[in-house]
């Protein structure tokens, strides 16, 4: 198969230096952070001392990806993506994280028994130490997080695993899940039906692909007789795998017809026993800890949102108004949050948008971007 775009390329980020930094997880994962970085424009001097008496902190900003996605969903050469706008907006020092829940990785190509908690407890601290070796404990560093890596960087957030955050960002999900009843419904029976009576240890957008008669070919052809909204396999089976829609994750017009036609690449693979966790979240009406009592998560807090009374990070909740995956989980989680600890969090809604076509729509530049700098930029420089 042709790619009309390299995986996993760098390419959509120009005029900067590109530098990977391999670390390992608190449970031995090997994880990645990719570092973009610019030379910082001259800001002025404080007007109490001169410059060389009271240097100001650098800026760095964390990307966080969702399940079955990775860093490349914010470094897309098809359109203005999110790295080179934060690059080009006063935040010369990038960092994406590619966490356990990365396609860049084969460790949903199993079937595990990860958790978000995992996500949570292992990959968040170490990011995080692994950065402060690089910028120093003085730099200001924010988070723009999103869907699920958003929660579990929340959850790690609340439990207060990881600290020294200047600001987050969190789209479409934080502490509190309500997809689409059809979502609910498929949250029940994928799981065990997936693993137990088709043996498959995880879904794949990319089945379309597979060697005739397969089985991940069979089933992504049933799938596509439900989706007659495009001719491309691999966006029926995401529409199956999350959310409730046709298309359910993005609008079709809001995509560049280069990031549908390269679905297949941009989300991967997943094992579905991290389904199983957001059941339980969903159940519970808020995120909470999959195994409680178990004394391997200890440091972790049963119910993440009763802990979340203690956040002081502020927190810019975001998500398009017609999101047909996580539905109105933020605007919910907002409500929650103001209850708990009030003057940390705020919602903003993006007009048309849904859930993913807000980082990876052919517009996000213009119409999403400048309202994440702009919440950055109060709380930096």
Request: charged share 20%.
């Amino acid at each position: 198969m042709q790619r009309r775009i390299p995986l996993f390329t760098t390419e959509g980020v120009r005029d900067a230096e590109v530098t990977v930094h391999p670390f390992a997880a608190g449970d031995g994962l090997g994880l990645t952070l990719t570092r973009y970085r610019r030379a910082p424009a001259a800001r002025p001097a404080p007007a109490a001392a001169p410059a060389a008496d009271r240097p100001a902190p650098a800026d760095a900003v964390l990307l966080v990806h969702g399940l079955t996605t990775s860093s490349d969903m914010f470094v897309m050469p098809e359109h203005d993506d999110l790295t080179t706008y934060l690059l080009d907006h006063g935040y010369p020092d990038v960092w994406a994280l590619d966490h356990r829940m990365s396609n860049r990785f084969p460790y949903d190509l199993a079937a595990h028994r990860f958790t978000l908690d995992d996500v949570a407890l292992h990959d968040f601290p170490a990011a995080f130490a692994e950065i402060r070796a690089h910028i120093g404990p003085a730099a200001r560093l924010h988070v723009i997080a999103h869907c699920l890596g958003g929660v579990a960087f929340a959850m790690s957030l609340a439990a207060g695993v990881v600290t020294g955050v200047t600001s987050a960002v969190v789209n479409s999900s934080a502490l509190v899940l309500r997809p689409p009843r059809w979502s609910r419904c498929k949250l029940s029976v994928v799981p065990g039906l997936t693993e137990y009576v088709l043996g498959l240890p995880y879904l794949n957008p990319a089945w379309p692909q597979d060697a005739a008669f397969t089985r991940g070919r069979m089933i992504a052809r049933l799938v596509s007789l439900f989706h007659p909204e495009c001719r491309v396999p691999a966006c029926h089976m995401v529409s199956a795998m999350w959310g409730s829609g046709r298309p359910a994750l993005y609008d079709h017009a809001l995509m560049s017809p280069v990031t549908h036609d390269r679905v297949a690449d941009l989300f991967g693979a997943t094992g579905v026993h991290y389904y199983r966790h957001i059941r339980a979240i969903v159940r519970a009406g808020r995120a909470v800890k999959y195994r409680p009592g178990d004394p391997a998560y200890r440091e972790l807090p049963d119910d993440y949102l009763e802990a979340a009374a203690g956040l002081t990070t502020p927190l810019l909740l975001t998500t398009g108004d017609h999101n047909r995956v996580m539905a109105d989980s933020n605007p919910a989680c907002q409500r929650e949050l103001a209850a708990r600890a009030p003057g940390v969090s705020r919602l903003h809604l993006f007009p048309g948008y849904g859930h993913q076509d807000v980082f990876m729509g052919k517009d996000s530049a213009r119409d999403v971007f400048p309202h994440l700098t702009a919440f950055l930029d109060t709380h930096a420089h």
